[in-house]
């Protein structure tokens, strides 16, 4: 009998999934396990943890949405803590699986980290598939797609690949109900079993900087809405984004800085893969082939094909990706002011937009793309701070993080990575009078800060000591 263990990570859905169909297609038995790392909510990524609260949040929708589903169809999500290498060396241990069965993943972390696995349970057999991008590598390989001098430009990248036909998603053909279900929750593992309808939002959360942020969401004027994950939840927004038309404007309403449908808002479900980016180009070829092709649709496959374009390019170019140099001959020159990041953070800066931009992520977890190319900007340009604290702090705050297009993006606005123009430096006065001439985003999430210098520095450029200025008022 045939036994494999399904190991969730960033594919959290049950259709267009064909790794689970390949894995159905082997087995008689299989086990479905998703394994938090307690060492997500750590701050150790530049002082700052690699999985905020509301992206976990998001993610904890996502699984139990998954669980429901896997219920239904007669299995069972179990869902443990502990760290990977032990928890897959324990289940195989005590129930001899012969299959492990996981995304590829692009990220260099999660790479290295199935390699040690695979060394410390010799007996795995593996199985693995692409199910995070739109291309398979093979495709892209019959193109020469994925060599160094294409990914060196993403104008290359997507004049070879934009023709590329896509094969029609297939449905199912081994049914999850053809497979018995195998119960895990009672074996001897090496973590602990959490129950996925147990509330499993901010439990692992504690510390003054995450009370001092929900304080500060507390304080907001505008009511805030955190996005629900899932793959019911992915689907239902696509399905309502191209019911409301709103494909046909995309190109106009994209760098919007607020407002629903501007923004197709697919990414936090791309991420988390409760939906894969062949789903979403088959909605948008369905709406092309009902109401027409335009400039706007056709800019939602390229915006996807962007994405397409930062996965390669980080599988590609690997540690890189995180290099203070990145991609460039020479490392950018600036330093660390701690305050400086701190008020960047917090949205207290001197620049009103990039406050009410930075507000908004920590409220909601979401921040446009125009917002995120200008707070960017600010960090490394105006304030001359490290890109890599701001990539850490958008891994923390963001629901829709990944790892290529979150690092990449950064590269690219510190002129470090793929841009040959060396970086982007936006005027913040104009960019605000171009998309909230009238401060109406500042106003809703109150960008205009605590009218505070950037600095406390004297006269002499020294630091001020809040006890000396206290006793002079």
């Not at 790479?111 to 695979?118: D, E, F, G, P, V």
């Not at 701190?342 to 937009?353: D, E, L, Q």
């Not at 982007?424 to 104009?430: A, D, I, P, S």
Request: with cysteine; hydrophobic share 35%.
């Amino acid at each position: 009998m045939t036994t494999t263990l399904y190991w969730f990570t960033h594919d959290l859905r049950l259709a267009d999934n064909r790794l689970l169909q390949q894995s159905l297609a082997k087995s008689q038995k299989i086990a479905f396990v998703y394994i938090v790392d307690p060492t997500w909510f750590k701050p150790s990524n530049y002082h700052h943890m690699s999985m905020g609260p509301k992206r976990w949040q998001f993610i904890a929708d996502s699984l139990q949405d998954l669980n429901r589903q896997l219920r239904a169809l007669g299995h069972r999500l179990t869902i443990i803590k502990g760290r990977p290498g032990s928890v897959i060396d324990s289940l195989f241990s005590a129930l001899e699986f012969d299959w492990l069965a996981v995304a590829q993943q692009v990220g260099v972390y999660e790479q290295q980290q199935l390699k040690s696995i695979q060394q410390l349970v010799p007996k795995i057999q593996l199985l693995s598939d692409w199910l995070h991008t739109l291309y398979s590598p093979y495709q892209l390989e019959s193109l020469n797609a994925r060599d160094v001098n294409t990914l060196q430009s993403f104008s290359r990248f997507r004049r070879k690949v934009e023709k590329l036909p896509l094969s029609p998603i297939e449905v199912c053909n081994a049914p999850l109900t053809s497979v018995d279900d195998m119960d895990i929750c009672n074996a001897d593992i090496d973590g602990i079993v959490i129950e996925p309808d147990s509330d499993l939002s901010e439990r692992w959360y504690s510390g003054e900087p995450q009370e001092r942020q929900n304080r500060a969401a507390a304080t907001l004027k505008t009511q805030v809405t955190v996005m629900k994950g899932g793959e019911n939840a992915a689907i239902k927004h696509l399905h309502d984004y191209f019911k409301s038309g709103s494909a046909s404007t995309y190109k106009e309403t994209r760098n919007a800085l607020d407002g629903e449908y501007n923004t197709t808002g697919f990414s936090p479900y791309l991420a988390s893969g409760n939906v894969s980016p062949r789903q979403v180009y088959q909605h948008l070829k369905s709406y092309e082939n009902q109401f027409g092709e335009n400039e706007s649709t056709y800019w939602i496959y390229f915006e996807l094909l962007w994405r397409e374009y930062f996965q390669w390019l980080a599988l590609s170019i690997g540690p890189r990706l995180f290099s203070f140099r990145g991609l460039a001959k020479q490392a950018p020159l600036t330093t660390f002011f701690p305050e400086r990041f701190s008020k960047w953070c917090r949205g207290n800066t001197p620049f009103p937009i990039v406050n009410a931009c930075m507000r908004q992520l920590n409220a909601t977890g979401l921040m446009s793309n125009r917002g995120r190319q200008l707070v960017a900007s600010c960090l490394v340009n105006e304030l001359g701070l490290d890109w890599r604290y701001g990539a850490a702090y958008f891994q923390q705050q963001l629901i829709d993080y990944d790892v290529a297009s979150n690092w990449g993006n950064w590269q690219y606005i510190a002129g470090v990575g793929v841009d040959p123009r060396g970086g982007r430096h936006f005027n913040l006065l104009k960019q605000t009078q171009l998309f909230d001439p009238n401060s109406e985003f500042i106003e809703k999430w109150q960008g205009q800060g605590d009218d505070v210098p950037l600095d406390s520095a004297d006269i002499s450029d020294w630091p001020v000591n809040p006890e000396t200025e206290d006793a002079k008022n």
